[in-house]
């Protein structure tokens, strides 16, 4: 397993050990100790699984008191995945980054605690599994407009699929004195 740092500090790509033959493949998709010792602590307690056709984008999601750690994977086509930090006071706040996921390059990535989440849909389906080092508290979520132009992000898609909730989202600008404090995280 290799981790590869990324622009925003604690958010890692991890690129698994994948043992090919004729049969198929076998990888570890997860191993506490190693993964820890990769810099990905935290305690996972929920694993999420989701579905989505081309062009849905599912975010920007993520929870104020209980924050989540995620471990991000694709199981079944392909997705841009995003981590955006909404830590009051952080160097980077509003920065994102992005990553191209796929079934095929079996590529995860850990966003940590007081980050928000999203991904959009590259294949014509896409499948995507998630592990969370809390559990989800709808009452505790906030949600961040996908389109925010003071965030940037550059999206593969102008026109997605969006739930009721994402498309009614705020900006992050209307959210301030909801986020985590970078110090408190």
Not at 28 to 54: L, M
């Amino acid at each position: 397993m290799r981790t590869v740092p990324t622009d925003l500090p604690g958010v890692l790509l991890v690129e698994p050990l994948v043992h090919r033959d004729s049969r198929g493949f076998f990888l570890e998709t997860y191993n506490e100790r190693r993964y820890r010792e990769a810099g990905i602590a935290g305690d996972f307690v929920q694993d999420n699984h989701s579905r989505s056709v081309r062009g849905t984008v599912r975010g920007l999601h993520f929870q104020v008191r209980r924050m989540q750690g995620k471990l991000v994977r694709a199981v079944a086509g392909e997705m841009f995945d995003v981590a955006v930090d909404v830590r009051r006071g952080s160097p980077t706040f509003g920065r994102w980054v992005g990553a191209h996921l796929s079934a095929e390059n079996f590529r995860q990535i850990y966003i940590p605690p007081g980050f928000a989440h999203g991904f959009c849909v590259l294949s014509d389906v896409g499948e995507v599994e998630y592990k969370c080092t809390e559990l989800y508290d709808a009452a505790d979520e906030l949600v961040i407009a996908w389109n925010d132009p003071q965030v940037g992000i550059e999206w593969p898609v102008s026109e997605p699929l969006l739930s009721g909730k994402d498309r009614a989202a705020p900006r992050l600008a209307q959210v301030l004195d909801r986020l985590p404090a970078y110090d408190a995280v």
